[in-house]
């Protein structure tokens, strides 16, 4: 047995049960926390990596632990803040519900100029940050940010109102149409 296999042993059999639990605390799921142990247990060892003592292998797994319990809440917090985009809504309106607006939206990003039309899609679509999508059209941030203001008014021309996310807040991802305003 190579010696990153009896780490691995040693540290499942005489430490696993407290790594469980700073899973846990980390995570506030039993669920969870095994998955977020389990993948920081791969996340060691999946290399074989040899010479690893006991002491080293369990506080390199709370670290792996401890990342990915941060990742995944990060990962929640996102989901949190668009899974009503997700939404179906055919349980009560009927699978034509979405259909009208979509078109409407496809109709009105068609009349955007081409670099406020890949702006608007890489900013609201793919939820790229203003740097990202300056690197990405090889242009500098003011003009992205430029091409988002113009696509936004275009956008409300033919929409309504768009809620917008306000720019110092690098949480807020979602771009909401109010179609009672129209």
Excluded at 54 to 66: G, K, S, T
Excluded at 88 to 115: F, M, N, Y
Excluded at 117 to 133: G, K
Excluded at 140 to 157: C, Q
Aim: glycine fraction near 8%.
């Amino acid at each position: 047995m190579a010696h990153w296999e009896q780490a691995f042993e040693a540290l499942v059999q005489e430490r696993g049960p407290a790594l469980l639990r700073y899973a846990f605390f980390l995570t506030g799921s039993k669920a969870e926390a095994e998955d977020v142990l389990q993948d920081a247990l791969v996340k060691t060892f999946a290399r074989g990596r040899a010479g690893q003592d006991l002491d080293f292998a369990e506080a390199y797994v709370r670290r792996a632990i401890l990342n990915r319990s941060i990742d995944g809440h990060r990962g929640r917090q996102r989901w949190a803040g668009v899974s009503h985009l997700f939404a179906r809504s055919e349980a009560l309106d009927g699978p034509e519900g979405g259909v009208g607006d979509h078109l409407d939206v496809v109709a009105a990003l068609q009349l955007l100029a081409p670099r406020e039309r890949a702006c608007a899609v890489l900013r609201f679509y793919e939820d790229l940050t203003v740097p990202q999508i300056a690197r990405e059209l090889d242009c500098s941030d003011g003009a992205v940010k430029r091409y988002l203001s113009d696509a936004l008014k275009g956008l409300e021309a033919h929409l309504g109102p768009v809620a917008t996310p306000d720019p110092a807040d690098h949480q807020a991802e979602t771009v909401t149409i109010d179609r009672s305003a129209r």
